[in-house]
């Protein structure tokens, strides 16, 4: 199947400072990328759906200005975490939909941790 | 809103032992349903998926069957093998997708 590769897959940083993740949609072009955030024992929550070329579309209870996500080109979405706080210390999952048939293809996963 | 609820786990069984891991699910439509597994290490992958009542989903021997008047989508396996250890998702698609809590499933030899 298509892959869709995330990176980093571990990060570690301060409080305060901003951590950018990537998403890479390797062997196909992907027009729609979602980008989800798993919490501890919790099920995946969908932050935002990003389109390329276009501003992405926040769920509600996500702050915009500090998950910036940006959708540049059809095989790259990134995340940028602003002002990082523990809180923010999470599991960050993208997904990329394939455009031939709309499954969606899903990346590793990126471990944040804020200390 | 729409939601998705599974059982807990883990799940612990030996190798060759009868798999169920339950799900049901609210929704305000028709929605698509699903089961992802995480594989150690790896990402999420669709495993199976039904997309109307009646319809049954299967991939290396696990079924699921779409109850729409249970609202359910459990998943079952034959026999299970140690590789089947992950974590494995229920979701349903209606304009987006929605996860459960994931459950994980440990296969002992």
């Known amino acids: 199947g298509a892959v869709v590769s995330q990176h980093p897959s571990r990060v570690i940083c301060k409080s305060g400072t901003s951590v950018k993740i990537e998403c890479r949609s390797l062997d196909f072009q992907a027009t729609t990328m979602f980008w989800y955030r798993q919490f501890p024992k919790k099920s995946l929550m969908l932050m935002a759906t990003?389109?390329?070329?276009?501003?992405?579309?926040?769920e509600q209870g996500v702050e915009k200005d500090k998950f910036l996500i940006n959708h540049a080109s059809l095989t790259l979405s990134t995340l940028t975490v602003t002002s990082a706080h523990p809180e923010d210390s999470s599991f960050y999952i993208c997904s990329a939909r394939y455009s031939g048939t709309g499954e969606l293809f899903f990346g590793e996963g990126s471990r944040l941790t804020v200390l | 809103g729409n939601s998705v609820t599974q059982m807990e786990g883990p799940v612990t069984l030996s190798e060759e032992a009868f798999l169920t891991i339950n799900c049901t699910y609210t929704?305000?439509?028709?929605?698509?349903l699903f089961w992802y597994v995480q594989y150690p290490g790896e990402g999420l992958q669709l495993l199976l998926k039904?997309?109307?009542?009646?319809d049954k989903g299967s991939n290396k021997g696990f079924e699921a069957t779409y109850r729409k008047e249970t609202t359910s989508f459990h998943l079952e396996k034959g026999s299970v093998q140690v590789s089947d250890s992950a974590v494995y998702f229920c979701?349903?698609?209606?304009?987006?997708?929605?996860f459960g809590t994931g459950t994980r499933l440990l296969v002992s030899p």
């Open positions: 990003s389109n390329e070329g276009s501003k992405a579309t926040y």
């Open positions: 979701a349903l698609f209606f304009q987006k997708l929605v």
């Open positions: 929704a305000t439509g028709y929605p698509s």
């Open positions: 039904a997309t109307k009542a009646d």
